[in-house]
Each structure stands twice: as structure tokens, then as C-alpha cells.
């Protein structure tokens, strides 16, 4: 199987542009997972979506949201960027049921800079 | 909330040493797994591992969660060990599913 998929691998945006990140989760996973990894503040979670529906969120402002389509691919959107918003955004997948196994994978990771 | 943490901070080996790595958790957790970040930033699955004790090659994992501790043993440590070591936790009780909650890491060099 394929794994977790993260596209665009490097991203260099100004302050004040917004930015689309995209996740392809493993085949037959529904649960997709996002988090952000910075020196200071290590990695947090944001927000994790199952069959199209946020079921979890993080202590992020509303200038980070997500989405997640019919096929479980997921995309991270975030607005207004901020210096402080450089960071590596990591986006991990699994099976997601209630009482299933709940491994998570993750993939490489997209490295975003804000100038 | 839930606190994880991961000791030691920093480790430094030379190649063939062992080595012991521990994270505590502060609440009861129904999943826990380890990684190995690489230089390029990817989370290498290690372990998931909620209770019990599994081994893959040099390294194995045992987890109590009834004490609310694991821990990662590496023997006969290699250079390509070298890395920062994650464990993350995802609550029992948190009102949520695939929410883990990370340790800030051990970051281990070996040295040949």
C-alpha cells in the first residue's frame, strides 16, 4: 500500500497570504489527522476529520481550518498567515472506527516558511 | 490536561551501547505509540503499543499502563539510531478519537 501522501513538500509564503495544504491518506483509511511542529512549541494536533466531518480540534485560532472530501483526502487551510506560523505541518491517517484498531501514519510533512 | 513527558532530554551513545527510553503519562490512554523523526522531519512508525511488550529487531517496547509508563529499549545501537524519539498518547476519555498527544522527544546521537 501506498502511504500518507502531503503535497507541496516546501512552501515559502509572505505575512498576510493565505495557504492550502493537501493530504492523501493511506487507501482505506477515513481518519485524517493534522499537526504542527515548531522548536518551541513541539508538535501539536489541529484538527482530525472522519468521513467528511471534524471530530476533533485543538486549541488553534479560526484562521486554521480543514476539510476532508468524499475519497478521505483532507486539506488544511490556513489564512492571514503569521511569521509564527512557520512550521512543518504533518498530516497522518488510520482506520478511524470507534473501536477499531487506531494506529496513526504519517506522512513527510509539508515545511512551510512564512517571510 | 494530560502530561507527557520523555526523559532523558538528550542522549549520546556510542555504537553498540544500549539504551533506555521513557515517557510517563498522566491519565489513562487507550493508545500509545512510538516514532523515530528523521532528519528530514518524517515520523517512522516504532511501536503502537497501548499495553503489553512487542520487539522489532534491536529495538522493543513494553507499556504499563496500569502505572502509566513505557519504555523503548534499543540495543546495540547504530548511527542511522540517531534522531529524536517520539511517544504520544491519545487519551481514553478524551471525547475524541486520533488525538495524540506528544512527549517533546528524546534526541538520541550515536557515534561511531
Known amino acids: 500500500k501506498a502511504g500518507v501522501t502531503q503535497t507541496p513538500r516546501y512552501l515559502i509564503k509572505t505575512r498576510g497570504q493565505q495557504v492550502t495544504l493537501s493530504c492523501s491518506p493511506i487507501s482505506g483509511h477515513r481518519s485524517v489527522s493534522w499537526y504542527q511542529q515548531t522548536p518551541g512549541q513541539g508538535l501539536q494536533f489541529l484538527f482530525e476529520?472522519?468521513?467528511?466531518?471534524?471530530?476533533n480540534k485543538g486549541n488553534f485560532p479560526g484562521r486554521f481550518s480543514g476539510r476532508q472530501f468524499s475519497n478521505s483526502r483532507s486539506e488544511m487551510n490556513v489564512s492571514t498567515l503569521e511569521l509564527g506560523d512557520s512550521a512543518l505541518y504533518l498530516c497522518?491517517?488510520?482506520?478511524?472506527?470507534?473501536?477499531?484498531?487506531?494506529?496513526?501514519?504519517f506522512g513527510p510533512g509539508t515545511r512551510l516558511t512564512v517571510l | 490536561g494530560i502530561q507527557v513527558e520523555q526523559s532523558p532530554p538528550d542522549l549520546i551513545l556510542q555504537e553498540g551501547a544500549n539504551s533506555t527510553l521513557r515517557c510517563n503519562f498522566s491519565?489513562?490512554?487507550?493508545?500509545l505509540q512510538w516514532f523515530h523523526q528523521n532528519p528530514w522531519g518524517q515520523l517512522i512508525n516504532l511501536f503502537y503499543?497501548?499495553?503489553g511488550t512487542k520487539q522489532n529487531g534491536r529495538l522493543s517496547a513494553t507499556t504499563v499502563a496500569t502505572e502509566r509508563y513505557s519504555l523503548l529499549y534499543i540495543s546495540s545501537s547504530q548511527t542511522t539510531d540517531s534522531g529524536v524519539y517520539f511517544c504520544a498518547v491519545d487519551l481514553l476519555f478524551s471525547g475524541g478519537y486520533n488525538k495524540l498527544i506528544f512527549g517533546a522527544g528524546t534526541r538520541l546521537a550515536v557515534h561511531p
Open positions: 503499543i497501548p499495553s
Open positions: 497522518a491517517s488510520s482506520q478511524g472506527g470507534v473501536l477499531s484498531y487506531n494506529e496513526q501514519f
Open positions: 491519565d489513562s490512554v487507550n493508545n
Open positions: 476529520y472522519f468521513s467528511e466531518t471534524q471530530r
